[in-house]
Structures are given as C-alpha cells and as structure tokens.
C-alpha cells in the first residue's frame, strides 16, 4: 500500500542552525500539508501545499519557515534558524484532492530537537 | 473558525470491554468531514475511522464504532473488545470541503487498556 515516507526519523540542532525536513508524499496525490506536534500537546496545522504553491498556512508558520517541492516527488519544510521551541513532531501529510477519499495521509513524522 | 474538543484528558478500560471516547465540534460549513486517529507511543498518526457529515448511517471498522449526532455535533468513538495494543493517544479531527481542508485536531484523549 503507498505511503507517506519522511526523512529523517530524528534530528538534533543547534539553536539557530537550519534545518530541512523531508517528505515524499502518495505519488498520484496534489495536495500537501506540514502539521506540528509538540510533545504533550495536540497536533497544529502548518501550512498546506498545491500547484506549486502555498494554499494556506498558519500563524505558526513565519517568515522563518518555507516550503517547496523541487522535484516533483520530494516535498520539504526548511526552518531557517531554529528556536527552543521549534522542538517538536513534524508530520507531513498528502491527500488526493481529486474528488476522491478526502482522508489525508500520514507519514511517520521526524522528532526535531532544538538545543 | 472550526474547533474540536476531547474533554477526557485519560480513559481507562479493562481488556475486552467497551470504552466511548467522546469529541464535540464547531463549525459552520454543511460539508465536513471527521476522523479519529490513533497516535501509539511511536507518535505515529494512524487513521482509525472516517466518517462523512452527509451520511446519517454510523461509521464502523471491526471494533471501531461512531456515534455521530450531527445536530449536537458530537462525534464519539466506541472501541469494542479493547485490546491491550488499543492503548494509544485518540485525536479526534475535522474538516470542511471548502478552503484546503485542513485537519483541526482535539488535544487528544489517552487510553489506558488494562489487562
């Protein structure tokens, strides 16, 4: 069965290092989505992603985060400089946006700390 | 603005009895969906049951049941037969067809499955 796959699993920063997340979402899907769990807490979304372009995103999502898909199958969350309290779970999700099943799919998210 | 909320923080159940998680939510869109997840100690989010706004009739998947009252937006999951790898965090989440469908979640109920 398909999946969502995200790379890596864990990641340990210095605070005010750059990250990048990594997703490779369901092939035949076009709609992408970054969601944000800090430990103990409920998940929040981050932004969503279509066409090539950012659908809709958060108040979460500043001017330190960005997203891109730069080659047609890789979808990525870049953190520019890391706070404290970028720690969290990060879970990419995809849906197919095409009148089919409207569930979105999850991949098994990477641990982010920020030291 | 949509929200969803899960008012047990923790629940528990005895292995091989029922347990009713219970969510509430708010939005003003005719066209929604909602969704349990299970989040398992790998922080995993695996979805558990979907179910449609527009479909009166129960979702159901094996030991998974729903008790959905449209009109007093209540979304409950019923867990038959508990298990102990039932034991798990429960989200709750909606959303609408409108915008780009964006999950909101509850802040999650845990559930305990005592042998």
């Known amino acids: 069965e398909p999946e969502v796959t995200q790379t890596p699993s864990h990641q340990v920063t210095q605070m005010g290092q750059e990250v990048i997340l990594r997703c490779v979402p369901i092939?035949?899907?076009?709609?992408f989505y970054w969601y944000r769990q800090i430990l103990g807490q409920k998940v929040e979304f981050l932004v969503s992603f279509y066409n090539n372009e950012i659908s809709e995103k958060s108040e979460i999502f500043d001017d330190q985060f960005s997203v891109e898909r730069p080659d047609g199958s890789n979808f990525t969350l870049k953190i520019r400089s890391t706070k404290l309290e970028d720690s969290a779970m990060y879970f990419c999700?995809?849906?197919?946006?095409?009148?089919?099943?409207?569930?979105?799919?999850f991949g098994p998210g990477t641990r982010l700390l920020v030291l | 603005a949509q929200t969803v909320t899960q008012s047990q923080p923790e629940m528990s159940v005895q292995e091989a009895e029922t347990v009713t998680l219970s969510c509430t939510y708010d939005?003003?869109?005719?066209?929604?969906?909602l969704f349990w997840y299970k989040q398992p100690p790998s922080r995993q989010m695996i979805l558990v049951i979907r179910q449609e706004a527009y479909k009166q009739q129960n979702a159901t998947e094996n030991r998974f049941s729903v008790n959905f009252q449209k009109a007093a937006k209540s979304f409950s999951l019923k867990i038959s037969d508990s298990q102990l790898g039932d034991a798990a965090m429960y989200f709750c989440?909606?959303?609408?067809?409108?915008?780009?469908?964006?999950?909101?979640f509850g802040t999650g109920t845990r559930l305990k499955v005592l042998a």
């Open positions: 939005t003003s869109e005719s066209d929604y969906y």
């Open positions: 092939s035949n899907h076009l709609y």
């Open positions: 999700a995809s849906r197919v946006g095409t009148g089919g099943p409207e569930t979105q799919y």
């Open positions: 989440a909606c959303f609408t067809t409108s915008g780009t469908y964006k999950y909101i």
